[in-house]
Nanobody, 119 residues
Framework: QMQLVESGGGLVQPGGSLRLSCGTS????????MGWYRQAPGKERELVAV???????NTADSVKGRFIISRENAKNTVVLQMNSLKPEDTAVYYC?????????????WGQGTQVTVSS
């Protein structure tokens, strides 16, 4: 069974930093594209950053230069380091794992973790 376990959300002041972690099984970690999405109140869920098993990344323009996604291979964990946080970064952040095999999409979501940026 696919499972993603998130941690690291919380309340931070503007300009501060937070680190989100998403742990999973080794088989998922090694074969799925993993990433982070976020959903603010009243808005659609949007891509934040994704990283593939070979380490290539894609980051949304809105967070480029401030957020870094990386893989901790020894822990089967994907990390989102968020720096220079802004109030508009406030949202529920979801970890995602996705893979397409022979035209079939396999996908899993974490439970979500709240990030609030406020003074």
């Amino acid at each position: 069974q696919m499972q993603l376990v998130e941690s690291g959300g919380g309340l931070v002041q503007p300009g501060g930093s937070l680190r989100l972690s998403c742990g999973t099984s080794r088989s998922i970690f090694n074969t799925y594209v993993m990433g982070w999405y976020r959903q603010a109140p009243g808005k659609e869920r949007e891509l934040v950053a994704v990283i593939s098993s070979d380490g290539s990344t894609n980051t949304a323009d809105s967070v480029k230069g401030r957020f870094i996604i990386s893989r901790e291979n020894a822990k089967n964990t994907v990390v989102l380091q968020m720096n220079s946080l802004k109030p508009e970064d406030t949202a529920v952040y979801y970890c995602n794992a996705v893979r397409v095999i022979s035209g079939t999409r396999y996908e899993c979501w974490g439970q979500g973790t709240q990030v609030t940026v406020s003074s």
